[in-house]
């Protein structure tokens, strides 16, 4: 059977994609229905409808190969996101479980720390963008948590090779360059992006050295996976692609989780009632003393879900077909097509999200949506490994702000969403005042 209609000019459509993804999926979805065939990187065929999402995340990862960009493969290098079938699933069993729940819990006052760090540097009067906060506490928070570093002196070096790293990622050239895979080592962002990167491998090289010359009292992922043996006692992984999945941490972890910061101050400031509702949940809780109290709290959880079901930072959870076919929305897909779950028309049908572009955390407490009706962190066996890390850093984040400051918001008027390097955000600052201490 042919593909789903679609526009013919690859070329106009790869421009739109880079631009605003968005944008493109809606026009394509008003004219040509759901699915629909786009040239985004490579020919794909695009859905938001859950039955048709539930098809490609039940699909065992068996049925689809690694990613076929190989500008994206060399950024990512030897972690498990450039593999697929077992060896994607078996590496991935040795990093995910300190990422889980219980892994999680001590990370917590690490958290608190980052942000209270950042606001000491704060005084009234301070106009901020709480992207670029966000962008700074998230990475903090990813030094601490993820790289196992707590001491200042270690925590300021990683920090000026994290932002070198951020900024090569972020060039425009660069960005457009990996999206079309046409990235090559004779190109200067690549080059200056490797040397980036290769300075911060070193740095995480000397991580590991520290770790195992003295392990006792390190906390946070790098020293968890240092510590884990093989069941012939060796260690798990070998400490190149230790230090390629701690990279990749830090591109798919950090920048998600700054957008997502950002997103909810100004939804917790821009509107008195919400704010209100938030202040009230919080107000019986240590935040500080006690972070993990945060994230049972049923208004302040619908409230997160919200802020990721509006404008999600990854428009499109993208997967490549392998030799064995795979049938979705009623189509026979291929070898090396690509098909890709929709995360923005899911989010945004109104079918499934009555009043889709009004913000409303109440939604989430009448209803649970289905894992193919809400998937901001995608799904199936490549669901992100961050699933249970942001939403708990966000809340713990964004609790800290609201209970230790007064913000006001300066902006008259809701940011559009554009491409931000290579997610989605507000195109707009989100620009707060600092009033001060609470
Ligand atoms: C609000 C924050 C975040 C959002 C919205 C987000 C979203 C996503 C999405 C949509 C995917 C693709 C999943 C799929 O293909 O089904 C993904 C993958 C991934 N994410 Fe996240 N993410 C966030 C935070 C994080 C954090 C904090 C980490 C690390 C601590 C992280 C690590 C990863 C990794 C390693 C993958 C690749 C998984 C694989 O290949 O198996 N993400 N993320």
Redesign the pocket.
């Known amino acids: 059977m042919s593909l789903p209609p679609g526009p013919n000019s690859a070329f106009a459509s790869r421009l739109k994609y880079v631009r605003n993804p968005y944008a493109l999926f809606d026009a394509c979805r008003r004219k040509y229905g759901d699915p629909f065939t786009v040239t985004t990187s490579m020919k794909t065929v695009i859905t938001g409808d859950p039955a048709a999402v539930r098809q490609i995340f039940t699909a065992p990862t068996e049925h689809f190969k690694a990613l076929q960009n190989k500008a994206q493969t060399r950024i990512l290098g030897d972690s ?2 450039s593999l697929s079938g077992p060896p ?1 699933r078996a590496q ?1 069993e040795i990093v995910t479980p300190g ?1 889980r729940a219980e892994g999680l819990r001590g990370l917590a006052p690490m958290m608190v720390d980052a942000t209270v760090a950042r606001i000491e540097g704060w005084r009234p009067g301070d106009e901020l963008d709480m992207v670029e906060e966000g962008v700074a506490m998230a990475l903090e928070i990813i030094v601490r948590t ?1 790289f196992s570093v707590e001491d200042a002196e270690g925590i300021a070096a990683r920090r000026v090779a994290i932002r070198e790293f951020g900024d090569r990622i972020s060039n425009k050239s660069f960005l457009i360059l990996s999206i079309l895979g046409i990235l090559n080592d004779a190109l200067p962002p690549m080059a200056h992006f490797s040397a980036a990167k290769e300075n911060l491998r070193g740095l995480l090289f000397d991580t590991i050295r520290q770790i195992r010359a003295k392990p006792e009292g390190r906390r946070g992922l790098l020293a968890r996976i240092v510590g884990t043996r093989a069941e012939d006692g060796q260690p798990a992984m070998a400490d190149s692609v230790i230090v390629d999945n701690m990279i ?2 830090l591109i ?2 950090h920048e ?2 700054a957008l ?1 910061i950002g997103w909810s101050m100004y939804w917790a400031l821009s509107n008195p009632e919400i704010y209100e509702k938030l202040m009230a949940e919080l107000a019986d809780v240590d935040v500080e003393g006690d972070p993990h109290a945060t994230q049972t709290l049923p208004y302040l959880n619908a409230f997160v879900r919200e802020t ?1 079901r509006f404008w ?3 428009p499109d ?1 993208i997967r490549v077909i392998g030799e064995e076919p795979l049938e979705v929305a009623g189509y026979r897909l291929t070898e090396n097509m690509q098909v890709a779950a929709c ?1 923005f028309l899911t989010h945004f049908n109104p079918e499934i999200y009555p009043d889709p572009y009004v913000f409303r955390p109440e939604r989430h407490l009448e209803r649970r949506y289905s894992a193919y009706e809400y998937y ?5 066996e ?6 249970t ?2 939403p708990m ?2 809340k713990i984040v964004l609790a800290v702000l609201l209970k230790r400051c007064r913000f006001t918001l300066l902006n008259t008027r809701m940011p559009e969403v554009t491409r931000t390097r290579f997610l989605m955000g507000p195109k707009q600052p989100i620009l707060c005042r600092y009033e001060g201490a609470l």
């Open positions: 498990f996101t994607h991935r990422l993820i990749t941490m798919a972890g998600t989780s997502s990721l999600p930072p990854v959870v995360v901001p962190f995608g799904g199936g490549r669901i992100c490994v961050g699933n890390f942001a850093e966000i």
